[in-house]
């Protein structure tokens, strides 16, 4: 079930069980014979310990990591498979969260969606965003947008792939969309390729009038697609320097008809209207690395063993 976690129960067993012999045998039996010298209530002992230190695994979501690219993370937070089924366009649903002002966001992996809000099938690692920062650049007079991904970037990927930087440019919440994936924003700029056209930006903008998003348009911006990121640049003369801007940033990673879809802040896509969605869990103030949180429950699972041991072996003697 959790291989790994296994392996860490076994090697607190084994710190156990060495700390068993060699300390509480007074004839100092060599390692071939030891279990045969151990009382049954340290037996006991040492299977509730093993049991224990199991028992913290799922405890601490530490065994089962959300793969990039998925819908994994949303299954972790308990969204069910009629949740998961996606039945509600993105203008069915409540509104899309977005960030106030220059800044970064972390975004999970393992939390997109199809285009529908049901679990994708893409798969696409690359299409999975794990952070977005927003940058005013004095320098370059633009506003930079670096969006990080959850693996490398093809250098031609095979279907359609989208970076889209959406933002409410200028305070003023009559000339923004009212719905959908756009919803409170009146700007949209994009790099995108598609199998037969290598990466090129695009831009939109929403004329409030008719209520449409227009393409007469074109945007001066450049980009950069690194390894597993991609920098946008937004100039001044296009987005003015002294904006408070509100921003969202969507991934859109394609396989034939199918699609995934990542919207950042957020997990997943918001709920359909008058529904409600499972909260993920609040991040800890210590956001270690999952080999560095296995290398810390370890330890921890292990120090507690000897010690609780060590109280038992005490009192034995007595
Ligand atoms: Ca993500
Ligand atoms: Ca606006």
Redesign the pocket.
Known sequence: MYPFGRAVAQLVARLVWDQEAVGSSPAGPTRGIRRTNIPMTNRFHRAAIVATAVSFLPILGLAATPMAGTSDYLRSIGYTDVQLSGNATTEQREAFSAVQGAGSVSDPLGDEVDRKGGATTVNAAYGDISGATLTRNDTTQTWDVVVTLGGPIPEKPTDKTELFILM?????????AKDGIRV???MEFSVQCTKDHPWYTDYRW?NKGPQFWAVNKETKSTFEIGTDTIAYHIPFAEVSGDATLTWRVVMAAAKGSDSEIDVVPGVGFPPPKGEIYPVPPTKSSIDLPPAAKWVALTAIVAALSMFVHRKFAKKRKK
């Open positions: 409410d440019t200028n305070g003023d919440l009559s000339d923004n409170g924003v009146d929403f």
